[in-house]
């Protein structure tokens, strides 16, 4: 199950790079037909964005 494997192992994930620098360290996490969009901060995950993967996610987080 994802959920486990991120409360686990939350670096686990690419870390998601675009063109320009972003403020935080987002990480991606692939679930089925979306893309969840993260941030690990000392001990606590905050999900920030959950997108169809479909989409332009360069465009999506900016």
């Given at each position: 199950?994802?959920?486990?494997?991120?409360?686990?192992?939350?670096?686990?994930?690419?870390?998601?790079?675009?063109?320009?620098?972003?403020?935080?360290?987002?990480?991606?996490?692939?679930?089925?037909?979306?893309?969840?969009?993260?941030?690990v901060?000392?001990?606590?995950?905050?999900?920030?964005?959950?997108?169809?993967?479909?989409?332009?996610?360069?465009?999506?987080?900016?």
């Amino acid at each position: 199950m994802k959920s486990s494997r991120l409360k686990q192992f939350p670096y686990s994930c690419k870390v998601f790079m675009t063109i320009k620098g972003l403020g935080n360290e987002y990480r991606l996490l692939p679930v089925k037909n979306y893309a969840v969009f993260y941030v690990v901060k000392e001990q606590v995950i905050e999900i920030h964005r959950v997108v169809y993967a479909k989409m332009d996610l360069a465009k999506v987080i900016k």
